[in-house]
């Protein structure tokens, strides 16, 4: 089974820019992969940032955004907001199976 | 507005069956994917199982495979998770997912 790698924790400043990475141990991750992307916050249920690497879900704030970045998948926060503190996970797809990362823990001081 | 309620967890004893039940409303249910996670107390996020819109094709977490089951109802806009055999590493809180939508969870808990 592939293993999907983040950052276990990164620390971004209020209205700051931080990168999350998702990389794969299969190689680089393309479109292919379908990568998905999840905030989860204490105590709630996940729910979906981005599908399909860039896609925003309807209620997905706009200073979230999906792409590929070498050979990684990458979600960038753009303004970090204090309610942005969270985890966030990806998830890719590999023929049918799909493969959690270890999840990123995103604090915002 | 989408949504998925999850039902039929509890508490079971090692070797024993649950199936849980999600409910899905407010999309268009039997055109996509829908897929089972679980996250252990404390623990990340782990996908479980996921089965193509019209249930010909699914795909199982190498560590239930075997004793886990889903299926799903288009008619119903229901899907399932037969548990078997169940063991205390099962123990999770179990969600169920669309693409685009979680539900709330349902929490499984597997001890004698």
């Known amino acids: 089974q592939a293993v999907v790698t983040q950052e276990p924790s990164l620390t971004v400043s209020p209205g700051g820019t931080v990168t999350l990475t998702c990389g794969s141990s299969t190689g680089a991750v393309t479109s292919g992969h379908y990568p998905f992307w999840y905030q989860q916050k204490p105590g709630q249920a996940p729910r979906t940032l981005i599908y399909?690497?860039?896609n925003k879900n309807s209620l997905t704030p706009a200073r979230f955004s999906g792409s590929l970045l070498g050979g990684k998948a990458a979600l960038t926060l753009s303004g970090a907001q204090p309610e942005d503190e969270a985890d966030y996970y990806c998830?890719?797809?590999?023929?049918?199976?799909?493969?959690f990362g270890g999840g990123t823990k995103l604090t915002v001081l | 507005e989408e949504q998925l309620v999850e039902s039929g967890g509890g508490l079971v004893q090692p070797g024993g069956s649950l199936r849980l039940s999600c409910a899905a409303s407010g999309f268009t249910f039997s055109d996509y994917w829908m897929n089972w996670f679980r996250q252990a107390p404390g623990k990340g996020l782990e996908w479980v199982a996921n089965?193509?819109?019209?249930?010909?094709?699914?795909h199982y977490v190498e560590s239930v495979q075997g004793r886990f089951a889903i299926s799903r109802d288009n008619a119903k806009k229901s899907l399932y998770l037969q548990m078997n055999s169940l063991r205390a590493e099962d123990t999770a809180v179990y969600y169920c997912?669309?693409?685009?939508?979680w539900g709330k969870g349902t929490l499984v808990t597997v001890s004698s």
């Open positions: 089965i193509k819109a019209d249930g010909s094709e699914k």
């Open positions: 998830l890719l797809s590999y023929s049918g199976a799909r493969v």
């Open positions: 997912a669309s693409p685009r939508g």
């Open positions: 399909d690497t860039t």
